[in-house]
């Protein structure tokens, strides 16, 4: 069975940093592109970064503040989010799709549950 487990959310403080992963089971992640995507409360789902298979091709719409990575080995992912705000609140998930990335979350087959990620001000 294939699975994406996510942890690293939580309520933190506008301004701090916090780092999701989501990690792979069920099968090797290498060859396909990961992404992370979240959803605010009353809003659409929203694209935040992509990650080629490779490690390359990233496409990040919060670069410079969130940075988007993928371990091979280790069959995870990260989002390392600095200076946090409050309109980050949302719920982050992390999505896996066999070859090339995409920004349209139908695309991806595999999902996480979703973590929480709380900012206050």
């Known amino acids: 069975q294939v699975q994406l487990v996510q942890s690293g959310g939580g309520l933190v403080q506008a301004g701090d940093s916090l780092r999701l992963s989501c990690t792979g089971s069920g099968r090797t992640f290498s060859n396909y592109a990961m992404a992370w995507f979240r959803r605010a409360p009353g809003k659409e789902r929203e694209f935040v970064a992509v990650?080629?298979?490779?490690?390359?091709n990233v496409v990040n719409s919060l670069k410079g503040r969130f940075t988007i990575s993928k371990d091979n080995a280790k069959n995870t992912l990260y989002l390392q989010m600095n200076n946090l705000k409050p309109e980050d609140t949302a719920v982050y998930y992390c999505a896996a799709r066999y070859g090339s990335g995409s920004y349209s979350y139908y695309e991806y087959e595999y999902w996480g549950p979703g973590t929480q990620v709380t900012v206050s001000s």
């Open positions: 990650i080629g298979w490779n490690g390359e």
